[in-house]
């Protein structure tokens, strides 16, 4: 079965830097688009980043352009979120994302935090 496992949340000061991974299992992970989303407290989930399955086509939100960037690695069926100049606004659980066929599948979600 599809499984989708995310680490690297934490406590992280203003501008400081965090990187979350997410590793896959049970499907052909570099045949699919990867996505990262985030959720705020009171907040609707949205989509922060995508890749391709190659790698080549990595669109991102406009709230972190240019200081957010995710990479894959497809030997190791994993999709990373480098996040640096982080802001309080930042602060919500972030979930890794895979739609195989129909379906769609999320992770248990990792927490970041942004506070000094």
């Known amino acids: 079965q599809v499984q989708l496992v995310e680490s690297g949340g934490g406590l992280v000061q203003p501008g400081g830097s965090l990187r979350l991974s997410c590793v896959a299992s049970g499907f052909a992970f570099s045949s699919y688009t990867m996505k990262w989303y985030r959720q705020a407290p009171g907040k609707e989930r949205e989509l922060v980043a995508a890749?391709?399955?190659?790698?080549?086509?990595?669109p991102y939100s406009d709230s972190v352009k240019g200081r957010f960037t995710i990479s894959r690695d497809n030997t190791k069926k994993t999709v990373y979120l480098q996040m640096n100049s982080l802001k309080p606004e930042d602060t919500a659980v972030y979930y890794c994302n895979v739609q195989v066929y129909t379906i769609t599948y999320w992770g248990q979600g990792t927490q970041v935090t942004v506070s000094s």
């Open positions: 890749i391709s399955p190659a790698g080549g086509r990595t």
